[in-house]
């Protein structure tokens, strides 16, 4: 992390200093006309992305914290007592560092499974060993997960998305820029399938590309998944077989038995995609089988090729990090094998984690912000001149129904089902697998646990959770350039501040505003409020749909896939500066380190954002991220911001300069 400015005692009301990077700004870029490079511009010039990354920046300036010290953590408990959670975490460490095991191994550990494949003779068969396999690890046609529903909120059921693709999504099986991507996968499947041992590779690569292809074609895209109600599919079983074929009958029930699933958890499930599934079946036919064959392999390989010996460890990485992201080296086995124990015991690391890293006087901070958020959105709402009373009165009704979670769960997650052994990776990691499938699965039938944390404390990130009316920030985020307690207020105002808003901010977008304060998807709008909401909606995408990343010429933002993040963000930095007033109470913000309290509060909102990404990884993210590139999520929101253009003395012939009536304000 760039040094935590402690910045002396000021002479100004708050004595704590501005907490701002001021050697950083540039007073060659005028933050009139791109504030994101005034904060961030000689940073991005004199920084060189770190090999084994395809980006970098105050996210992952913090995750590498975060990562050092988690690996301390994993290392002490090697020599933790057996039996512990500790030792399990320290033995999934050791079987990941234990090299010279894994090679000597080599592909022998997957060969049981494509023998089982290759004795599969008809689709019956196929569906049976892919649900077999799917329990160890491997991807399916179709993912299960459990949240709760969105119909009746105080029960879980098992939801099923569209799946089955190695590519990031469908988009890059058809569109014209994905075309050399498309060349090097159907090249990488060749390399993979020829290292695995198994005849024909040249022939059984272009099979699984080409149903995979098929697959694709059938996807919904990332515009379409967002949409609340259109995936919100609730089916009883029966209607499920029905939806993929009454004639076919009995395909998907053998997939099911292979899965062992708890008797009743799939009784009704949401189908997120109800034309995929109609689409997926009439490719379970006996022409394909070879393909399904071929591609159920290549399933397993891929599931497992990141704990095989190194010569599949790279070849993997070769693709799917050099190619897809432009990352030139793999990451040291430690940082990966840190990667795996957080993935696979993420809380019994963060129990610790937060005992050492976070404090009990950063949450009492956190406790103040969030309340000032929420107030502040309260006051916002309560004169919004777009809305009627109707409609205002159940907007109000949500924001008090708002759950904040600060920090780390009040319940930790309980690993004593998970058996772990010090000399197996590859069972562990199935271990692993099949303890959170019975996790997930277990819930159905129980009562909500509205404890869980879907996030570890050590992550540098927060979320918003519309089922359960959410906002969570895990105590890893808590940290200078996002929080500092040592700093003036402005400052994380601008920063956390607007995280918090953020999220909040994702309880009233295009989405999350399909939801009430009890997590219940119900349209609680009137048909003029909604109206004129989607019209602020629509003005939001089309300024959206209208950048271009500095990075990428020619290449835009995609206005309606990011719109929930850019509400998020529009609101969440609006709101802030809001209940940045009400932290002071009516006084004039001080002056501090030569800066005015407004000026410090977009700095330091500018600072938050501070990346700098591969070619390929900026490209891969414009094209599946929900969030829009970081220079936007700076610049094109505060050109929105009334008290943005007063502060800056914005005018006209600034770059940044938006008319008036152009500018949106939606919360
Ligand atoms: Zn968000």
């Keep these: 992390m760039a040094s935590s400015t402690q910045t002396g005692p000021s002479t100004e009301s708050s004595g704590l200093g501005a907490g701002i990077e001021l050697d950083e700004l540039d007073p060659a870029i005028r933050p009139q006309d791109d504030l994101f490079r005034h904060v961030n511009g000689k940073w991005i010039a004199r920084t060189e992305i770190p090999s084994d990354k395809a980006r970098y920046g105050s996210f ?63 689709i019956p068969a196929f569906v049976r060993e892919l649900g077999r396999l799917e329990r160890l690890g491997s991807g399916g046609f179709l993912q299960a997960f459990v949240d709760n529903d969105p119909g009746d909120p105080e029960r879980y059921l098992v939801f099923l998305e569209q799946g089955g693709l190695g590519l990031p999504d469908e988009s890059y099986y058809r569109d014209e820029k994905f075309a050399e ?30 149903l995979e292809t098929a697959i694709a074609s059938h996807h919904w895209d990332n515009v379409k998944t967002r949409d609340s109600q259109a995936t919100y599919n609730p089916m009883h079983w029966a209607e499920v077989e029905a939806l993929a074929g009454a004639d076919r009958g009995g395909l998907l029930a053998g ?23 109609e689409g997926l079946a009439v490719l379970l036919d006996d022409a394909h089988l070879d393909a399904w064959k071929d591609w159920l392999t290549w399933q397993v390989i891929r599931a497992s090729a990141s704990y095989l010996h190194a010569e599949v460890v790279q070849a993997n990485f070769d693709f799917y990090g050099k190619t897809l992201t432009g990352t030139p080296e793999l990451r040291a086995r430690w940082k990966r094998g840190v990667s795996v124990v957080e993935g696979a015991m993420g809380e019994a690391v963060g129990r610790i984690y937060v005992e050492r890293h976070f404090s009990p006087a950063a949450k009492t901070a956190m406790d103040e912000l969030v309340a000032n958020l929420v107030a502040a959105y309260r006051q916002s709402i309560q004169t919004l001149e777009w809305m009627t009373p109707e409609t205002r009165e159940r907007a109000l009704d949500k924001l008090s129904k708002f759950t904040p979670k600060i920090g780390y769960p009040v319940k930790w997650r309980d690993y004593s089902a998970l058996t772990i052994v010090p000399d197996d990776l590859l069972a562990n990691v199935r271990a692993t697998t099949e303890f959170e499938f019975q996790r997930e699965l277990g819930k159905i039938g129980k009562p909500i646990d509205r404890d869980e944390w879907f996030m570890t404390p050590q992550t540098i990130n927060a ?33 956390i501040g607007a995280v918090i808003g953020h999220e909040i901010g994702h309880g009233f977008d295009d989405q999350g505003s399909q939801y009430d304060g009890d997590g219940r998807l119900t349209d609680w709008w009137t048909a003029a409020d909604k109206q004129a909401f989607e019209k602020r909606t629509a003005s939001l995408i089309a300024q959206y749909d209208a950048l271009e990343p500095a990075q990428l010429p020619g290449h835009h933002v995609k206005g309606d896939l990011t719109i929930g993040e850019n509400i998020g963000d529009l609101g969440g930095l609006g709101i802030a500066w809001k209940a940045y007033l009400l932290a002071l109470g009516g006084n004039e913000p001080p002056e501090v380190d030569g800066l005015s309290g407004a000026e410090r509060f977009f700095l330091s909102w500018a600072q938050a954002w501070q990346v700098k990404l591969r070619d390929e990884e900026a490209l891969r993210l414009l094209s599946i991220d929900p969030h829009s590139p970081n220079e936007f999520r700076c610049n094109q929101i505060v050109r929105n911001i009334d008290v943005f253009y007063s502060t800056f003395n914005v005018s006209p012939s600034d770059a940044l300069w938006l008319d008036p009536e152009d500018r949106v304000t939606i919360w």
């Design 255 to 277: 997939w099911l038995e292979a899965l062992d699933v708890p008797a009743g958890s799939f009784a009704e499930v949401v189908v997120r995609e109800p034309s995929y599934l």
């Design 60 to 122: 992952y300036v913090l995750a590498e914290e975060a990562e050092k010290a988690v690996r301390e953590i994993i290392e002490e408990s090697q020599n933790a007592g057996s039996g512990t959670e500790a030792r399990k975490v320290g033995d999934l460490y050791a079987s990941f560092l234990d090299e010279a095991r894994i090679e000597a191994r080599g592909w022998t550990a997957l060969a049981p499974d494509f023998e089982a494949i290759a004795a599969v003779d008809g």
């Design 463 to 495: 979320y918003y959770n519309p089922g359960f009316n959410e906002i969570v920030f895990p105590a890893a985020i808590l940290q200078y350039p996002f929080f500092d307690e040592g700093r003036d207020a402005a400052a994380n105002y601008g920063a």
């Design 181 to 210: 991507i498309r060349t090097a996968y159907r090249s990488h499947l060749e390399r993979m399938i020829d290292m695995a041992g198994l005849p024909d590779p040249a022939t059984r690569a272009q099979r699984v590309f080409d």
